[in-house]
T-cell receptor
Framework: QKEVEQNSGPLSVPEGAIASLNCTYSDRGSQSFFWYRQYSGKSPELIMFIYSNGDKEDGRFTAQLNKASQYVSLLIRDSQPSDSATYLCAVNREGKTGGSYIPTFGRGTSLIVHP | NAGVTQTPKFQVLKTGQSMTLQCAQDMNHNSMYWYRQDPGMGLRLIYYSASEGTTDKGEVPNGYNVSRLNKREFSLRLESAAPSQTSVYFC???????????????FGPGTRLLVL
């Protein structure tokens, strides 16, 4: 079992709807959780991070974290065609070298927002 | 600031050939990483360097070597390329701040490698 699991999709939503992307992780000691967006042929870019249980909102994006259930999600409100991309969930774990923290990525969920 | 730069952008190799992928960052970051990305597999960590002078293996290190040349540069070497190493390679960097668990990564544009 991969340490970070995501549904590969594609998730298809109409323009203006809420897109809900989910991620589960296996390491209960994980402290930091990230969502990256990756357009086709481009490199990943960070869009949200969350460290505490609950919700964190930034514009149209809301990250939700439930450490007891080992679950992190990303909600995109008022979805736009420009949101069509692959969304990667990443979870930080402690690395071998002291003070280093290594992200483990899920396989990503493809989101398609259709007009 | 250029951020994270990678060279080359695209490379074709024959099986058994060697090459070095170059990565440099101008953000004064301590940590640097090499990932490979294959269709349906997400990003898999090959090697990382938590700070200048240190390197550690990641999830898929076999067939690769790395050098942290200085704080800015982190290179990835394929000594004898194999078709299974056909992939997109991303370099990333991050800063170890006071809340070290919270560091985020900045990615380079990627190198597309085809091994025939």
């Amino acid at each position: 079992q991969k340490e970070v699991e995501q549904n590969s999709g594609p998730l298809s939503v109409p323009e203006g709807a809420i897109a809900s992307l989910n991620c589960t992780y296996s390491d209960r000691g994980s402290q930091s959780f990230f969502w990256y967006r990756q357009y086709s042929g481009k490199s990943p870019e960070l869009i949200m991070f969350i460290y505490s249980n609950g919700d964190k909102e930034d514009g149209r994006f809301t990250a939700q974290l439930n450490k007891a259930s080992q679950y992190v999600s990303l909600l995109i409100r008022d979805s736009q065609p420009s949101d069509s991309a692959t969304y990667l969930c990443a979870v930080n774990r402690e690395g071998k070298t002291g003070g280093s923290y290594i992200p483990t990525f899920g396989r990503g969920t493809s989101l398609i927002v259709h007009p | 600031n250029a951020g994270v730069t990678q060279t080359p952008k695209f490379q074709v190799l024959k099986t058994g050939q060697s090459m070095t992928l170059q990565c440099a960052q101008d953000m004064n970051h301590n940590s640097m990483y090499w990932y490979r990305q294959d269709p349906g597999m997400g990003l898999r960590l090959i090697y990382y360097s938590a700070s200048e002078g240190t390197t550690d293996k990641g999830e898929v290190p076999n067939g690769y070597n790395v050098s942290r040349l200085n704080k800015r540069e982190f290179s990835l070497r394929l000594e004898s390329a194999a078709p299974s190493q056909t992939s997109v390679y991303f370099c990333a960097s991050s800063d170890l701040g006071l809340a070290a668990t919270r560091e985020t990564q900045y990615f380079g544009p990627g190198t597309r490698l085809l091994v025939l």
